[in-house]
């Protein structure tokens, strides 16, 4: 039987704190740290979880691996789809005789981030033949690293395959599934793109933090950034689940390897009382970095294009008022001004 890891589905999640809910540059932070914990893994190889540098632990009764640096845990967990057998049923290779004797056998994947008070998932579902527990893992690790490094998922896939037949001594095809790269950009960030090569970069997250409010996304224009169309959105108002606060947002992210052509973005956002608001950033051919936010009464039928068009002001990092909505940006102003536009743009209640 030959050896092969799907991965399918891949989803991402953050879990945010009300006491950091009007600091989004801790959200930030927490991404970036996750991208110095994953590079470690890659410069030191470490994707054998039964390496001693791993710690081994029962958490809630579960069999879990973590790993410490510099201040940041990355902790793996394994189970089958429906939840039945977890890595504690490998104490006796109880998982391990299932998952050979049942090819095709899907499991879920995660791989949990807590650094900076804050903590993120990344999780994958896995179809697996002739490969046990630990392997997937392995694989899993190897995967979620080279994309983390920027390496493109056909290529990412068959470097895990690699590593994997080195690991186990099988030959193993992995199959990268639809989703994967935005999941794993979303758990890093992407803010590593410029660094490994890329000469410019555009990643912002919008991110809604009212806790009553509801925004739409309602027009949008991209320069240079292929053929990228935004669908209208829908960010509700912040979610509670126990301690934690979960936002809805909108990402935007783009590689791009010239200068000299540049790239650009425009949000038109609109609130329920009809009043809208137009965020821009501007770097396109010739030009120096700009930055815009102009908001407009209810009516008003200036589109994201126009604003675009006009858009040639230096980068505001001051909180901006939008009627009963604060607007924070904390891109970051360094790389603003090198061709990395990266951060976060959020809403938040006034007065919080």
């Not at 054998?48 to 958490?59: H, P």
């Not at 410490?68 to 189970?79: A, D, M, P, Q």
């Not at 700009?290 to 230096?314: L, V, W």
């Not at 001004?337 to 951060?343: C, L, M, R, V």
Request: aromatic content about 10%; charged content about 20%.
């Amino acid at each position: 039987m030959q050896a092969a890891i799907k991965f399918n589905e891949s989803t991402f999640t953050i879990k945010n704190r009300s006491d950091f809910r009007a600091e989004p540059e801790k959200e930030f932070q927490h991404r970036l740290k996750t991208r110095e914990h994953l590079a470690y893994l890659q410069d030191m190889k470490l994707f054998d979880v039964s390496d001693s540098r791993w710690a081994k632990a029962t958490v809630d009764g579960e069999v879990v691996y973590g790993h410490e640096y510099n201040g940041s845990v990355l902790t793996v967990r394994l189970k089958t789809r429906d939840g039945k057998l977890t890595l504690s049923h490998n104490e006796d290779g109880t998982f391990d005789r299932h998952l050979m004797d049942n090819p095709g056998e899907s499991t879920v994947y995660s791989i949990t981030s807590s650094n900076n008070g804050l903590e993120s998932t990344h999780t994958f579902t896995v179809q697996s033949a002739g490969v046990v527990s630990l392997t997937i893992v392995f694989a899993a690790l190897v995967f979620t690293v080279n994309l983390a490094n920027g390496v493109a998922a056909a290529q990412a896939a068959l470097d895990a395959g690699e590593a994997v037949a080195a690991f186990c001594g099988v030959e193993t095809t992995i199959f990268p599934g639809i989703g994967i790269v935005i999941a794993v950009l979303a758990f890093i960030g992407v803010w590593i793109a410029y660094s490994v090569g890329r000469e410019i970069m555009l990643n912002v997250i919008y991110e809604n933090r009212s806790s009553s409010k509801t925004i739409k996304l309602v027009d949008h224009y991209v320069y240079n950034i292929g053929d990228s169309k935004l669908i209208d959105a829908t960010l509700g108002p912040l979610q509670k689940a126990g301690p934690f606060e979960f936002y809805s947002d909108v990402v935007v992210n783009i590689d791009n390897y010239s200068k000299i052509r540049g790239i650009g973005v425009s949000m038109k956002f609109q609130k329920e009382d009809g009043s809208s608001l137009i965020l821009c950033i501007r770097n396109d051919i010739y030009k120096d970095a700009h930055y815009s936010i102009e908001q407009f009464p209810k009516g008003d039928t200036t589109s994201a294009e126009d604003a675009y068009d006009r858009c040639n002001g230096a980068l505001q990092t001051s909180d901006f008022a939008w009627g009963d909505l604060i607007v924070k940006n904390r891109l970051d102003a360094d790389g603003f001004q090198k061709y990395n536009f990266s951060g976060i743009i959020s809403f938040h209640d006034a007065g919080t």
